[in-house]
């Protein structure tokens, strides 16, 4: 995993080179991470570095815990603002600079703003709840003023500061209070350009004004426009965002009303938003609403294809379950008396219901409850869902597992499995252990022993990248969907925030984002953690490219802590990587082959 800052060395006063192996040559004291003159708004950072193991590191004047590799990640807090390190071992010293930022949620001191909300041009439809927030010292008065009203913001002084996600990352996702938090509502029925809003503040008898950077509209009901999606998988969210939620993406030539709008993003009369770059907006006409009748399916390559006939290519969203796929579709009211769905090898039946005015459900009942992937495209008006088939795995054959000789095993014979070692190239090294060593490096070592073992099953195997190479996430996103293999998986180590315990930290974990990957990461993360006998970070639901994929199971396995001292004396361990990619074989070889 791509550490949660800037992967970069610096030279030190007494080495000039970055360590590229995990030699256990001696070399002079050195400090992968932070960065030289690292910024940033935690208030604790760790130290990762290595010296050679005889003789004592001292960290402004105090001796550090050391493995014996000599390694070390301590921990130290952080100061609002300028905090210096001076790392000694013998004669030789490494001087760091780390910066820490104040949080812009911080109440300003004296008579002025901190962060003012909205800063972008908003749209509303017409008696809408238009909120303001502002950012403000605690005993000020706040108001905000909008065409003909004046708005008052009444301070929280029990305002709620949620965590940031990565936070659930080092167990420290608890909410806090913050202070300082003014908010105000209102709702108009005024068409047209409002203006931008004027914020006032008042404090020891003194006003400041201060206009807002982006300007109010309200939307005529009446004359809405059209969005278009033109991307291919239109990145649909819960709010107008990228720290919003995703929803299913639209299929390239969704239709939707424009119902409003934040800065660069849209949103869409199901609720959803999308950036205006991944649309087309048409001008005020008839709303995109469609009337459905008729259903038929068709088996086709491996898939199920099922033919929605369509006025309009209308919004949609995916819902997997245990043994069931609902599809949504929106604006589209039904006329449906006949359905064709013969016996399927995936299907057992389809039940469907206008669920409200608008909006139908398509619920596919499955024989089975794994599933394998599914696709969703536009051809025209006509939307197409193609659901995977279960793949058909080779018989069983004598064979030498990690469990003994002559053990039976499945082949993997009439698989596809996608490994992508995950970084690459000059400048995305991952996360680095204590010498330097990058995870780019041990991440295409193991896709390739793990190939190997999974080819000797007869499974076919591809790999993203085969070389120190810079692979864009797009791209490996894209292989994926060209191979539509039988699982993908991503390799990876990890790293920490800046605010987490490199020392005590470790163990395997597996990420996952659609329902039909839970069980592949369930299984494997029980079955390496037990069979190698290392600890556990975990299994997550994680929004990550290469575990969005629908086409296949996709899962991200992070392997261990390059940043955990002892840790990566394991990752590094020649006999370790073997045995670890061995049981990666066998987990994925005995999860293909559960009933």
């Known amino acids: 995993m791509k550490q949660f800052f800037v992967p970069l060395s610096f030279c030190l006063t007494i080495a000039s080179s970055i360590v590229a192996a995990p030699t256990h040559a001696a070399q002079p004291l ?6 030289a003159n690292h910024e940033t708004t935690s208030d604790r950072i760790f130290l990762i570095g290595t010296a050679p193991p005889g003789g004592t590191v001292l960290v402004n004047g105090t001796a550090i815990v050391r493995n014996t590799a000599g390694h070390f990640a301590p921990t130290f807090p952080l100061q609002v603002g300028v905090n210096q390190f001076d790392l000694r071992y013998g004669k030789q010293s490494v001087k760091l600079t780390v910066t820490r930022l104040a949080a812009a949620s911080e109440s300003p001191q004296g008579l002025t703003f901190g962060t003012l909300s909205p800063a972008v041009d908003v749209a509303r439809l017409p008696n809408e709840l238009l909120c303001f927030t502002a950012i403000a010292p605690p005993t000020a008065t ?27 990352l080092t167990q420290q996702n608890q909410p806090t209070i913050a202070a300082g938090r003014f908010e105000g509502c209102t709702r108009t029925v005024l068409l047209g350009d409002l203006g931008k809003p004027e914020w006032q503040l008042t404090q020891n008898g003194q006003t400041i004004k201060q206009t807002g950077f982006g300007s109010i509209k ?24 990228t720290d919003y939620s995703r929803l299913t993406p639209l299929p390239k030539g969704t239709q939707a009303l424009v119902t409003g709008s934040e800065g660069d993003w849209v949103r869409l009369d199901y609720g959803a938003w999308i950036r205006r770059s991944e649309v ?22 491996g898939w199920t294809e099922v033919m929605f006939p369509l006025q309009v290519p209308v919004p949609v969203s995916v819902q997997q379950g245990d043994r069931t796929f609902t599809l949504t579709l929106y604006n589209t009211t039904a006329q449906t008396d006949i359905i064709r769905l ?21 619920t596919f009942n499955l024989k089975s409850s794994q599933q394998w992937g599914y696709k969703l495209r536009y051809e025209g008006t006509t939307l197409v869902l193609s659901l995977k088939h279960p793949p058909t795995v080779g018989s069983r054959e004598s064979g030498v597992g990690s469990r003994g000789a002559g053990e039976q095993f499945k082949t993997l014979s009439g698989t596809k499995i996608l490994l992508d070692p995950g970084h690459g190239g000059a400048e995305d ?21 793990v190939r190997e073992r999974l080819q000797q099953r007869g499974a076919m195997v591809y790999l993203t990248r085969e070389t120190d190479v810079d692979v864009p996430l797009q791209d490996r996103v894209a292989m994926i969907e060209k191979v539509q293999p039988t699982v993908a998986l991503s390799l990876h180590y990890n790293a920490l925030p800046d605010n987490g315990d490199a020392v005590k930290t470790k163990g395997i974990s597996m990420f996952w984002y659609n329902t039909q990957a839970h069980s592949l990461a369930v299984f494997l993360h029980n079955h390496l953690t037990k069979t190698l006998k290392r600890s556990s970070y975990g299994v997550f639901w994680n929004n990550l490219a290469l575990t969005r994929p ?46």
């Open 218 to 241: 309200i939307l005529s009901p009446t004359r809405l426009e059209t969005a278009v999606v033109t991307a291919e998988a239109g990145t649909a969210r819960t709010g107008a965002g």
């Open 550 to 595: 629908a086409t296949t199971p996709a899962v991200l396995l992070e392997l261990g802590f390059m940043i955990n001292p002892d840790e990566f004396e394991w990752i590094t361990n020649p006999r370790e990587q073997q045995r670890l990619a061995t049981a990666i074989a066998d987990g994925v070889t005995l999860w293909l082959q559960k009933p």
């Open 280 to 301: 087309q907006i048409l001008p005020a006409g008839a709303p995109p609403t469609s009337l459905i009748r008729s259903i038929k399916a068709r088996q086709t390559g």
């Open 30 to 35: 050195y400090v992968a991470y932070p960065p």
């Open 342 to 362: 013969d016996d399927d090898p995936l299907i057992a039946r389809l039940d469907w219901q206008q669920s409200a005015p608008g909006q139908i459900q398509y």
């Open 429 to 449: 090294l991952g996360s680095r252990g204590p010498t330097g060593y990058p995870e780019k490096t041990v991440a295409l070592l193991m896709a390739k022993l």
């Open 142 to 168: 706040v108001a905000v003023k909008l065409a003909d009203q004046t708005i008052p913001l009444v301070p929280r002084p029990q305002s709620i500061a949620l965590p940031d996600n990565a936070a659930v």
